[in-house]
């Protein structure tokens, strides 16, 4: 069998041995789960807050931004509306996980964020060509409905991060929604900055020019989230994930386990990696502890909670399942 038609064979066993097979022992939970769940609860209904803040002043921006005339609030409410995506894309996971962990709608979190990274880029344009425009041919500002707004947007994200700030600090959709949260703050800072400059000078100029350097931040973020969320969706190998390292340090971790091969990678979503594997397993050892070490070792070493192993014997005897047979079948 070639190396392609074996990992399709993980894949496919893979899939139906771990939700066929492997519940009964690939999640041993145990008491701290309930933590674990109280955690994310509380994390889900912080990010739930900083959602519904966040896309709720992004309206206040957009209307205060035709109003004063400021294309700079226009563009800081499309940098909101990528943290808003992105806030209510992690609060969706937190929902979708605890209601159903099925396969299809872990990746729903996923597939919004690559529809909403195609879509920053369609924003962030528009702002670029609309700012070129304004420095041709300069609009009015209202300096002072500008500040107005852009100060009530910095109050708005720093409630936004203190909520945040109370959750569990170590879960990942968290820490990145205070990072975005963080940029929107700068982005309210950069807008305050630029109306106080048209109250005190008039010169409106700095009004698209900061609408051009937000649009810089958006097209980052934006091909940022499709990046990250096409390697998923195309079942790339998670970050930092080495096979040869992994394989010989389960090879000498485990007893029993003379080596591991056809091992792969792949990932769910952002917080769900899955890797399936053949352990060859000496004569005489105990595969099923064997197997059970290796699932252990790679949720408690390398992070994989789902794992699919699959074993076989290096001279096994009639009762067992050899390795010739696995490697040519």
Known sequence: MSGHDHHAHGHGHGHA???????????????????????????????????LLTGGFMVVEVVGGLVSGSLALIADAGHMLTDFAALAMAWLAFRVGRAARTYGFDRLSVMAAFVNGLALFVVAAWIVIEAIGRLRAPHPIDGWTMFA??????LVNLLSFWVLSR????????????????????????????????????????????????SVLILRAGW???????????????????APAIAADLA??????????????WS????????????VVVAGADADAARLAIKARLAETFGFDHATVETCTEGAEPQQLPCAAVAHK
């Open 224 to 242: 940022r989230v499709v990046r990250e969320s096409a390697h998923i969706l195309l079942e790339g190998t998670p970050e930092g994930f080495d």
């Open 167 to 214: 959750g569990d600090r170590g879960n990942l959709n968290l820490r990145a929604a205070l990072l975005h949260v963080l940029g929107d703050l700068l982005g309210s800072a950069g807008a305050i900055l630029a109306a106080l400059v048209i109250v005190l000078t008039a010169w409106t100029p700095i009004d698209p020019i900061l609408s051009v350097v937000v």
């Open 17 to 51: 041995h771990g939700h066929a097979h492997g519940h009964g022992h690939d999640h041993g939970h145990g008491g701290h789960d309930h933590a674990h769940v109280a955690r994310d609860a509380a994390s889900a209904r912080a990010i739930g807050i900083a959602a």
């Open 149 to 154: 707004v852009a100060t009530a947007g910095l």
């Open 252 to 265: 000498a971790a485990v007893p029993g386990v003379l080596a591991v091969r056809h091992l792969h990678a």
């Open 268 to 279: 769910i979503s952002e917080s769900r990696p899955m890797v399936t594997l053949e352990a």
